[in-house]
C-alpha cells in the first residue's frame, strides 16, 4: 500500500550534477524521516543523508556534505536528493526510504523502501 517512486537517476560525468526525486504515497508523509541510500555493485547499502519529518533538519554522511542536499515538498508529498560535484565514487544505486518518525543511519530502521534508480558517474 505504501510506495516510493524515484526517479531521477542517470549517467553523467564527474563533476556534474542530478536531482533525484523520491514520490511517497500511502503514508502520512509528514510523520515520516526520509533517508537516502546508496549501494554500489558488490558493496553494501550504505548512509548518504536523510531529513527529518518537519524538513526542518538534514543530515549527511562525511563524503558527501558539501556536495549533496536533501529537501523534502510536503505538498508533493516528495523528498529530492540534489547532488553536486559529482565523482566516480559516487556511482551507485540509490534508494529513498521513510522511517516514524525519527532519521537514522541504520538502513535496517526503515519500513519502506523505493525501488532505486541509477546513478553512474564516468571520468
Known amino acids: 500500500q505504501v510506495h516510493l517512486v524515484e526517479s531521477g537517476g542517470g549517467l553523467v560525468t564527474a563533476g556534474g550534477s542530478l536531482r533525484l526525486s523520491c514520490a511517497a504515497s500511502?503514508?502520512?508523509?509528514?510523520?515520516?524521516?526520509m533517508g537516502w541510500f546508496r549501494q554500489a555493485p558488490g558493496g553494501e547499502r550504505e548512509f548518504v543523508g536523510a531529513?527529518?519529518?518537519?524538513?526542518?533538519?538534514?543530515y549527511y554522511a562525511d563524503f558527501v556534505k558539501g556536495r549533496f542536499t536533501i529537501s523534502r515538498d510536503g505538498a508533493k508529498s516528495t523528498v529530492y536528493l540534489r547532488m553536486n560535484s559529482l565523482k566516480s565514487e559516487d556511482t551507485a544505486v540509490y534508494y529513498c526510504?521513510?522511517?516514524?518518525?525519527?532519521?537514522?543511519?541504520?538502513?535496517?530502521?526503515?519500513?519502506?523502501w523505493g525501488q532505486g534508480t541509477q546513478v553512474t558517474v564516468s571520468s
Open positions: 500511502g503514508l502520512t508523509f509528514g510523520d515520516y524521516a
Open positions: 526510504a521513510a522511517r516514524k518518525t525519527i532519521y537514522s543511519e541504520d538502513w535496517s530502521e526503515y519500513h519502506y
Open positions: 531529513i527529518n519529518w518537519s524538513g526542518i533538519t538534514t
